[in-house]
C-alpha cells in the first residue's frame, strides 16, 4: 500500500483514471465503494465468527461466513482491492492487481489448507468438498438469507473501524479531488450522490446484519437454558 500511494503521488496521471465521465463513472464510483463496504463486512465477520468460535484454532469453523467459501477474511481483501480500482485507477491496473493479490495470497491459502488438512483429516476433507475455496456459488447465495453466511456484532465491527474507516476516507479523498480538480464540483456533487447511496445502503445492511445476529444468538441461549 505505501509503495502504491508513493507510486501514484508522484506519477497521478499515469495510475489514476480521468477519461470516464458522466454515467460510467457514477456506476463505477457506485461498484467501487459497494466493494469496498461489502468487502469489509466479509473480513469483520470472518474474523469475528473465528475468534469467538475458535480463537485458538481448536476447532474446523463451518459456519457463518465459512458456510458460503472457506477463506472468507481473503475474498474480503479481494473485494476491497477490486473497489478501490474501479473507483481511483484506469481498468489496466486490473491486470497489475490481480496477478500481485495471487502471488500474495495463493500460497498462504494452499498453506493454511495444508495445516487445517492435518488438523482435522476428516472434517476437512468433508468441508472441502461442499465448500468452494474463494468464490461462492451463485445458487447457494440466493438460497440462504444474507444474515445466515454474514453473521455481525457491533463488537466485531468495531475492532475493524479503524481501518475501515482508513480505507473509505482515503479512497473518498483520492477520488473527490480527482473529480473537483478535473470536472469541478458541480459534477462532483452529482457523483457523490451515489457513493452516499452505497454507505447509507452498507449502514442498512450493518443494522440488519447486527439485528439478526443478535436474534438469533438469544434464540440459541433460550434453547440451551
Not at 91 to 115: G, Q, T
Not at 119 to 132: D, N
Request: aromatic content about 12%; glycine content about 6%; charged content about 20%.
Amino acid at each position: 500500500m505505501a509503495v502504491g500511494l508513493l507510486m501514484i503521488s508522484v506519477f497521478p496521471s499515469v495510475f489514476l483514471r480521468h477519461d470516464l465521465t458522466g454515467s460510467w463513472d457514477e456506476i463505477t464510483e457506485f461498484f467501487g465503494i459497494t466493494f469496498i463496504l461489502l468487502g469489509q463486512i466479509f473480513r469483520a465477520s470472518a474474523r469475528g465468527h473465528k475468534s469467538e468460535h475458535s480463537a485458538s484454532g481448536s476447532a474446523l469453523i463451518q459456519g457463518g461466513p465459512y458456510a458460503l467459501v472457506r477463506n472468507p477474511m481473503y475474498l474480503g481483501i479481494l473485494l476491497i482491492g477490486l473497489g478501490i480500482v474501479l473507483m481511483l485507477f484506469r481498468w489496466w491496473m486490473l491486470l497489475i492487481f490481480l496477478p500481485i493479490f495471487s502471488m500474495r495470497y495463493v500460497p498462504l491459502i494452499f498453506k493454511e489448507e495444508k495445516k487445517l488438512a492435518l488438523a482435522f483429516p476428516r472434517e476437512y476433507l468433508q468441508y472441502k468438498k461442499k465448500v468452494p475455496r474463494l468464490f461462492p456459488r451463485l445458487n447457494w447465495l440466493l438460497r440462504k438469507d444474507v444474515s445466515e453466511y454474514l453473521p455481525l456484532k457491533s463488537a466485531w465491527l468495531k475492532k475493524d473501524l479503524g481501518s475501515i474507516l482508513a480505507v473509505l476516507l482515503i479512497t473518498i479523498f483520492v477520488e473527490s479531488w480527482e473529480d473537483i480538480s478535473h470536472e469541478g464540483g458541480m459534477v462532483y456533487l452529482r457523483e457523490a450522490t451515489g457513493m452516499a447511496i452505497a454507505v447509507a445502503l452498507f449502514v442498512c445492511l450493518v443494522v440488519y446484519l447486527s439485528a439478526r445476529t443478535e436474534r438469533r444468538h438469544v434464540s440459541a441461549k433460550s434453547k440451551t437454558d
